[in-house]
Nanobody
Framework: QVHLVESGGGSVQAGGSLRLSCAAS????????MGWVRQAPGKEREGVAA???????SYADSVKGRFTLSRDNAKNTLYLQMNSLKPEDTAMYYC??????????????????????WGQGTQVTVSS
């Protein structure tokens, strides 16, 4: 059973930084794409970034150059370093295991599947 636990969200001022983490379990973590999606109130889920099993990354245009996605396969953990945060980055951020089965999560950047499982989320709030 796929289990994803996000942490690291919070409130920051514009220009600040946060690092999100996601601890994964219940499947062969290193073999699959992982990603982060976000959803702001009243908006659809947005695929923010994705990383494949070889650590190749893809990003949404809205975060390119500001966010960095990485994975530690030894710890089954995914990270999202978010720099130069903007108020429009305010959203609930969800870690996603992009296994190719399960529910459709969002349109993910790059070649990873849009289907998989996601966690409970962590809130990121950026004030101006």
């Amino acid at each position: 059973q796929v289990h994803l636990v996000e942490s690291g969200g919070g409130s920051v001022q514009a220009g600040g930084s946060l690092r999100l983490s996601c601890a994964a379990s219940g499947y062969n973590y290193s073999s699959y794409c992982m990603g982060w999606v976000r959803q702001a109130p009243g908006k659809e889920r947005e695929g923010v970034a994705a990383i494949d099993g070889d650590a190749g990354t893809s990003y949404a245009d809205s975060v390119k150059g500001r966010f960095t996605l990485s994975r530690d396969n030894a710890k089954n953990t995914l990270y999202l370093q978010m720099n130069s945060l903007k108020p429009e980055d305010t959203a609930m951020y969800y870690c996603a295991a992009l296994l190719g089965t399960g529910s459709r999560i969002a349109t993910m950047p790059g070649r990873c599947s849009d289907f998989g499982y996601w966690g409970q989320g962590t809130q990121v709030t950026v004030s101006s």
